[in-house]
């Protein structure tokens, strides 16, 4: 019969295992491997850890594993929890999968799309002026302005769709898509 520390090390292999695959997502939703790490190893946690157990379990400093759980806060996906009976800041996880893409397309959208949004406008304007000049002043080479601004005003459009899509993902709140039934 095995013994517990035959179970404790299945579970650390299964943990590590995780926490690889995590690491490799991570570049993905734009957070680093370190912090992946982190958020990895709460998700399989079944109950709030303190930071220095994470430290100890991964290896990591107590500067990383600060800094990690704070964006992680930041993002959303990791949340500080009071233990009664504990002195020390605990932290956990949502283990529901779609709770956590809901929270990082939200983010994602912030950090990244909204930018490109106000970008990719000031870029489609800058083209359409361009050309308006290049018509009013008869230069030469308009085909290639048109075409430059087409395909800007094309990926603006792009932009925009996408940011359209992911807003309504996020209006679904992080619920899962509801399967379709097959008829018959």
Do not use: Y
């Not at 912090?35 to 303190?50: K, V």
């Not at 990791?78 to 709770?99: E, H, I, L, M, Q």
């Not at 406008?121 to 048109?146: K, M």
């Amino acid at each position: 019969m095995p013994d517990a520390g035959d179970s404790l090390e299945a579970r650390r292999a299964v943990e590590d295992r995780f926490v690889a695959l995590w690491t490799e997502i991570a570049p993905l939703w734009g957070v680093g491997p370190a912090h992946a790490r982190i958020q990895a190893l709460l998700f399989l946690s079944p109950r709030p850890i303190d930071g220095a157990t994470i430290e100890a379990r991964l290896g990591i400093s107590h500067g990383s594993c600060s800094t990690g759980l704070n964006e992680l806060i930041e993002w959303g996906v990791v949340r500080r929890v009071n233990v009664p009976g504990s002195r020390r800041a605990k932290f956990a996880t949502d283990p529901d999968g779609w709770k956590w893409l809901h929270r990082c397309v939200k983010e994602r959208r912030k950090r990244d799309l909204e930018p490109l949004l106000g970008r990719a406008r000031d870029a489609r304007a800058f083209a359409e002026e361009a050309l308006l000049r290049a018509r009013e002043e008869r230069r030469r080479g308009q085909h290639d302005l048109v075409e430059a601004r087409d395909r800007v005003r094309a990926f603006a459009a792009f932009l925009e769709g996408l940011s359209v899509l992911v807003d309504q993902f996020l209006a679904r709140g992080g619920a899962p898509p509801r399967r379709r039934r097959r008829p018959g």
